[in-house]
């Protein structure tokens, strides 16, 4: 799926991703590809990523999540 992590100031990240696991406001929540669509807001938190069996996370200082189509759109207030 594509995940794309975007801030008011900058594109963070762009690519295709495994999974993604999210600071959700109950607690950290997993996509996997095929996931619903959906949007949720997000907490200040760890956002990790995988590629190919490597891990990568990011600092996120709130946001916004969309789902749709296999697309991961992530509008983050900063990452940290």
Same mark, same amino acid.
């Given at each position: 799926? $594509? &995940?794309? *992590?975007? #801030?008011?100031?900058k594109k963070v990240f762009e690519g295709e991703v495994d999974s993604i696991i999210l600071p959700g406001k109950n607690g950290q929540f997993q996509l996997l590809k095929d996931h619903a669509p959906m949007v949720s807001t997000l907490l200040k938190g760890d956002l990790t990523y995988d590629i190919k069996g490597k891990t !990568? #996370? *990011? *600092?996120v200082d709130g946001g916004v999540l969309e789902v749709s189509? $296999?697309? =991961? &759109? =992530? &509008?983050? !207030?900063a990452v940290i």
């Open positions: 799926m $594509n &995940l794309e *992590i975007i #801030t008011p100031d !990568e #996370t *990011i *600092i189509k $296999n697309r =991961v &759109l =992530v &509008l983050a !207030e």
